[in-house]
């Protein structure tokens, strides 16, 4: 039976939101696995390296290139807007207000697991299929070192809101230190994607950027809540057109649109009500898009050993150094342990950081296909790890008072 691209589409966004619901709610998954990650594995199980590999003719006819260039178009506008609203929940106030606690902790739980990520980096040089072709050694280096760095604000404040920490005073001082490692992350992508040829353009974009944004910040303060929503997207798209087109890639562009506005512009409830709706209906199709850009060319040992070591030079980083931090601030018993735990989630933030580098040509999609395993497995671990120790934490609150 002949079917056309609209309806070879319909089943594919049929797979994309029912299979990992049934597994998230049939699997009762929540507790190791959000709905979150089970769309991401998902997505992985759905591309070429998984199912391309069992079922190639099945593959093909729904996954062929007018329905991926469609998925793709949906994925592109899922994660700007994804990144924008990252961008807006920085709040860079509360960090200055505790900068020294903030900046010795946010710089030591970034520093020590970019160290150990690019020592893993420089590593895997010295193998074939790892480095991308357009990639210098250095950038390479980098990129890797911080994507083992990163922590997923968004997803981290779903965990935590899971957790019911969110609004506690623990929970807002590691909501200060991941917004300031947000601000080191899209920095130092900033530095990788500098192109010299386009050096021009992308000094004018950042001139251009400093004056647009004084004058957005203006209007935006005259408006109503519900003319600013329809404003912030219009300025999302014309920031991330302009970072593209500069060589800067569109999503640091939207990373910029969001962290020039105001959090309190926006009424709290409706930030976390369209947080929640971008991911259930259209983040979904972002992650099958990573899926299906896996690759295990180079050997699926070798990507699950790249990733296994990527993972440990990640968590070992994270805590050696929030535990560092914990000496000089002197913590209280098992405070560095949950801080660190939960400053290692990845998720989101990575996939989407590594998706650029993958977009330039500075890694293959098997380092690519490793550093999404090493997110997955990074991101599950945290509940499972923090809450137990969150208990603890909190008997031992109540014997000591």
Request: aromatic content about 12%.
């Amino acid at each position: 039976m002949h079917m056309g691209t609209t309806e070879i589409f319909l089943i594919a966004m049929l797979l994309i939101f029912a299979v990992p619901y049934l597994i998230w709610r049939v699997g009762g998954t929540d507790y190791y696995a959000p709905l979150v990650i089970v769309q991401i594995i998902t997505g992985v199980i759905l591309g070429p390296g998984i199912l391309g590999r069992a079922y190639p003719e099945y593959y093909t006819f729904v996954f062929n290139p007018q329905v991926v260039q469609s998925l793709n178009g949906i994925a592109w506008w899922a994660v700007m807007i994804f990144v924008m609203l990252a961008g807006i929940e920085l709040d860079l106030k509360k960090a200055w207000e505790h900068r020294r606690e903030s900046t010795i902790t946010a710089s030591l739980a970034l520093g020590t697991p970019l160290l150990f990520g690019c020592i893993a980096a420089f590593g895997m040089l010295g193998f074939a299929g790892w480095i991308g072709p357009k990639a210098q050694s250095w950038q390479f280096v980098l990129g890797v070192g911080m994507a083992c760095a990163v922590t997923a604000l968004p997803i981290l404040i779903l965990l935590m809101e899971k957790l019911e920490i969110l609004r506690e005073n623990i929970g807002q001082r590691i909501l200060r230190y991941a917004s300031l490692d947000d601000i080191a992350i899209w920095a130092v992508l900033a530095v990788i994607m500098l192109d010299w040829d386009r050096v021009t353009r992308q000094l004018g974009f950042i001139a251009v950027f400093i004056v647009a944004t004084r004058l957005f910040r203006m209007l935006m303060a005259r408006l109503e809540e519900r003319d600013r929503w329809f404003v912030a997207l219009i300025w999302l798209v014309a920031v991330s057109f302009a970072a593209d087109w500069a060589g800067l890639h569109y999503m640091v562009g939207a990373f910029l649109a969001g962290a020039v506005m105001d959090a309190h512009w926006f009424a709290q409830q409706r930030l976390d009500f369209m947080r929640q709706t971008v991911l259930i209906t259209i983040m979904p199709v972002y992650f099958l898009s990573a899926g299906l850009r896996t690759n295990w060319a180079v050997g699926g040992s070798a990507v699950f050993i790249a990733a296994a070591v990527l993972l440990a030079a990640s968590l070992s980083g994270k805590l050696i150094g929030t535990h560092i931090a914990g000496r000089i601030l002197k913590w209280g018993p098992g405070e560095a342990s949950i801080i660190g735990w939960l400053l290692q989630t990845k998720a989101l933030i990575m996939i989407i950081f590594s998706n650029i580098l993958l977009d330039k040509a500075l890694i293959t999609n098997e380092t690519f296909t490793a550093l999404l395993l090493m997110a997955i497995a990074s991101t599950m671990l945290t509940v499972p790890m923090v809450y137990p120790k969150l208990r603890r934490a909190a008997q031992l609150i109540v014997k000591t008072s």
